[in-house]
């Protein structure tokens, strides 16, 4: 992406993430049911969790483990 005499110019040449995300919403707010398994998900909580508690303490690693229901 550029700007090219005042015209934004951009070069598509696959679908931003966005993009390829939105389909995946939609369905989830139609249907109520996710694209994502349960326990992937969770996994995913539990790193985010991890990396919040991390930076809480100055970059000392935290295990997910703990994290985990």
Known sequence: MFRQDSVLVV???KPSFFEAMLPHVLQFF???VSPIPEAEMLEIVAFI???NE???KRG???PCAKCLP
């Open 49 to 51: 969790e991890a990396v």
């Open 30 to 32: 139609e249907t109520r």
């Open 11 to 13: 070069a598509a040449t």
């Open 60 to 62: 000392i690693i935290c």
């Open 54 to 56: 991390s930076m809480a």
